[in-house]
Structure formats: C-alpha cells, structure tokens
C-alpha cells in the first residue's frame, strides 16, 4: 500500500512538472542546446540517451551551469503571475563562454523587466565584466552592493574596470618600459597576452569555432600600409602557445625559446593588435 501511495504521488509530482518540462525544452532550443531535453520523467537526456545519472561524464562545467540556470529561468517564467519578493542569482556565468553570458544577461534582463515592480533581484558574480555587462548595457537600474562589517550597502557608482582593461594597461607599460622584461614578468605575459587576444577575438568573431584562430587569420590578411609584421605575429601566437597557463617553472623552460627582446616585441605587437581593433582602449589604458 506504501508503494501505491508513493506512486501515485510520484506521478502527481511529474504531472505538475509538465508545464515545467515544456517550458525548459523550449528554452533548450531557443538558446541553441537542443541537443540536450527533458523527457517525460524528467531526466536529462543526450540525444535522445538518458544521462541523469552520469552527468559529470557528459557535461562540461558550462553546460551544466547553462543548463542549471534556464531550468531556474523556466520555474520563474511559470510563477510570473505570483508575488516574488526576492530572486537571488548565484554566479550563473561560471565557465561560460561569450555567447552564453550575453544570453544569461539577456534573460536577467527579460526576467527584470517583467518582475521589477513586484521582485527585487540579486545578482552575485566576481566577474567585472559581467556587472558592467548588465549595469552599462541594460536598461535596468542595477547597481553594486558593498560589503563591510558593518553591513552592505547600495553603490550605484563608476565602471568597475574590468580585468580585460588591467591587463592591456601592464602589458602597455612592458611595451614602453625601458627596463629589461622581470623574471615576474615573464611569468604572466604570455597570459596576460593570451586573455587580451581571446577577448578581442571573442567580440569580433562571436559565432566561430575558435575565434582566436580567425582572429590570427584576419590579421595576416591585411596587406594594408599598417599590417603586421608576420614574423612578430608568428612570435607572438607561439609565445602564447608555449607560456599561456604557465607556472614559474614552466617560464624559465620557455626562455630558451623567447629571448628577453621577444618579450618586449611580443607585448609591442599586442598593442599594434588592439589599435587596429579596438584603438579607443589604448586611449583609456
């Protein structure tokens, strides 16, 4: 008789999810993951296999993020019509590429704009980037909340600078600097240079499969008076091929394949890279 009654109930509980299980399918394939549903007995399924129960073998830290957060959007977009006070959203960019978080921004927004008169929203993120996303590129009044001992309080306040921005000041500075390149220095550069290309690659060729790559395409196409000299982009995109994601250790390895000029020439063709790009950011760096 238990049993029974946990059937019963158990498939009460899936039939008040189907508005839910729709809703999520819907958003699935809007946001271009279609490849991935969810079935009548609400599980997880891969094209067309049930994964439920091997999630981490299937899903990447993004996916699972993406997923996890429009599964959220679809149990909101259903109680729209209820009386929600507070929505709080944790982190909901961790490990997403760009599309993705102008997506999750676009939906904040979507969800803010509906709720906002009834529903104070709480977005919690480290990533500079993503605040200035929704603060400067909404329509929404979002603002920051400082924490202290003695509380938090509401700072409608300037543009966080971002991490992209405190990176292409240091590398700027190297460029011009007279000094010999650091030990530290050493250390970070390729990095730094990396995380520079792929944001500049990222915003000018959103939709390709590595944008870096186009990005390194575009630019030895450029017959023009102020194209770069092929030798030093060859450098460079090996500098961040060999020293990217690397530890001091690793750095002290790679100096026996860039000399201390390199580096220097490296951080110069860097900013030639943004010029052509993007030239209103050396401005501000």
Do not use: W
Request: a negative charge.
């Amino acid at each position: 008789m238990a049993m029974d009654i946990s059937k019963e109930t158990y498939l009460q509980d899936l039939s008040q999810k189907k508005p839910l299980i729709k809703k999520m399918n819907e958003i699935l394939n809007d946001i271009g993951l279609s490849k991935f549903q969810v079935d009548p007995q609400f599980n997880l399924v891969l094209n067309s296999k049930n994964i439920s129960h091997s999630i981490n073998s299937y899903l990447s830290d993004g996916e699972k993020t993406v997923i996890a957060f429009f599964l959220f959007v679809a149990e909101i977009a259903l109680k729209f019509s209820q009386n929600i006070e507070l929505i709080v959203i944790d982190d909901p960019i961790s490990s997403l590429d760009y599309d993705f978080i102008y997506n999750i921004k676009s939906f904040i927004d979507s969800l803010y704009d509906r709720m906002k008169t009834t529903t104070q929203f709480i977005v919690l993120t480290h990533n500079n980037i993503f605040y200035n996303m929704l603060k400067y590129r909404s329509n929404q009044n979002f603002g920051k909340l400082d924490f202290s001992i003695a509380g938090s309080i509401y700072v409608s306040g300037e543009k966080e600078e971002t991490l992209y921005m405190e990176k292409l000041k240091v590398i700027k500075n190297i460029a011009m600097q007279e000094s010999d390149v650091s030990l530290e220095q050493k250390t970070f550069i390729p990095n730094h240079c990396r995380f520079i290309l792929e944001n500049v690659a990222n915003f000018f060729f959103p939709n390709t499969n590595c944008p870096i790559d186009v990005l390194e395409s575009d630019i030895r196409r450029d017959d023009s008076e102020t194209r770069i000299n092929k030798g030093k982009l060859t450098t460079l995109f090996s500098a961040i091929q060999i020293g990217s994601h690397s530890l001091l250790n690793a750095s002290l390895d790679q100096d026996s394949i860039i000399s201390d000029p390199q580096y220097k020439e490296i951080c110069r063709t860097i900013i030639k890279i943004v010029k052509k790009y993007c030239p209103r950011q050396l401005e501000i760096a």
